[in-house]
């Protein structure tokens, strides 16, 4: 039976993070999930399923000292305070199958040019410590990955979550195989931002139009000038206006518009796209579900108007 999507989703019920009463809805994984199939906009057959990221995929990226604590539950107190999540062997779990993945999205979007996790986009992780939600750099983890193989040497990470992705630009920051683009809120957590290859920083409350004509011709350019064999793409749910822990002002459908817009300059020039999620705190968290389920959409789109990246580019 044929699925409705012309790309794969990698999904697993292990995603939830089990958080409980949270600021971070770790059940969106799950929702995403039941409201793809709810409103028919993909079938089961569309769907992957990861395994856990192997220790030594994580090693290239994570020192063995953050890994080793992780696994054991030797967090210090001030390693769960900068994690800002509690701390259970669940937590591991689901990061290193959401780790899974991303690594599965990045090698499946090589050979069918799209492929969407519906977790990941971890970016504010460092090698040697978790901050902001974020214990392992999923991203990062997958780039490493696919260099390692041979898969690709050049990638790009496109990063939209309302947050500087500083743990991607602290990893990337010397190494010139990897381009980082992070489009966030200037006065917002993190306090330190290491320098992505370009930052856009966003004034508050900027919306659709201004945020738009800032990141678009910077993503067009960024491809022009490094030529990527991969984007990865952090999308982020929390620039819309009604986000908790956000202070942008983008509407759903600027958005959408967003997504779609870096998918068609990846897709125009022949270049596969794996995407993430990452943050998204509205106060209902039906936006938030609604805005990463627009992600797919916005790459079935995109998909289905040039079919494949290897005829666009001819
Ligand atoms: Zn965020």
Same mark, same amino acid.
């Given at each position: ?141 997958? =780039? ?10 050049k990638?790009? #990470?496109? %990063? *939209?979550?309302?947050? /500087?992705? !500083? ?56 491809l022009e000038n490094f030529q990527p064999e ?39 020039r022949? =270049? ?12 209902? #968290?039906? %936006? *938030?579900?609604?805005? /990463?389920? !627009? ?20």
């Amino acid at each position: 039976m044929k699925g409705s999507l012309p790309f794969k989703l990698v999904y697993h019920d292990g995603y939830d993070l089990h958080l409980g009463a949270h600021v971070f809805p770790s059940q969106k994984f799950r929702l995403i999930y039941e409201m793809l199939l709810r409103e028919s906009l993909a079938k089961e057959e569309d769907f992957l399923r990861p395994v856990q990221a192997g220790d030594e995929d994580i090693l290239r990226v994570h020192t063995a000292d953050w890994v080793r604590r992780l696994k054991m539950g030797t967090l210090t107190a001030s390693d769960v305070m900068r994690l800002e999540v509690p701390y259970s062997p669940e937590l591991v779990e689901a990061v290193w199958l959401a780790t899974g993945g991303t690594i599965l999205a990045g090698q499946t979007a090589m050979l069918d040019g799209f492929a969407s996790n519906l977790s990941g986009g971890f970016h504010h992780a460092y090698p040697n410590h978790g901050e902001g939600f974020c214990a392992i750099h999923d991203v990062a983890v997958a =780039i490493r990955k696919l260099q390692a193989d041979g898969t690709i040497k050049k990638a790009i #990470v496109v %990063d *939209t979550d309302v947050h /500087h992705g !500083n743990g991607t630009a602290a990893i990337f920051q010397n190494d010139p195989t990897v381009f980082t683009l992070s489009i966030h809120q200037l006065n917002n957590y993190p306090g330190h931002k290491p320098p992505s290859s370009i930052d856009l920083n966003m004034d508050d409350r900027v919306e659709d139009e201004e945020y738009l004509g800032a990141l678009i011709p910077a993503v067009q350019q960024a491809l022009e000038n490094f030529q990527p064999e991969i984007l990865f793409y952090v999308g982020g749910a929390d620039p819309y206006c009604e986000d908790q822990l956000g202070g942008l002002s983008l509407t759903k459908e600027g958005l959408k518009r967003r997504d779609r817009s870096v998918f068609e300059e990846a897709r125009r020039r022949g =270049i596969p796209v794996a995407t993430t999620l990452a943050g998204g705190y509205a106060r209902r #968290v039906e %936006d *938030t579900v609604r805005i /990463h389920v !627009n992600t797919i959409l916005a790459a079935r789109e995109v998909a289905i108007a040039f079919p494949s990246g290897a005829a666009a580019r001819s």
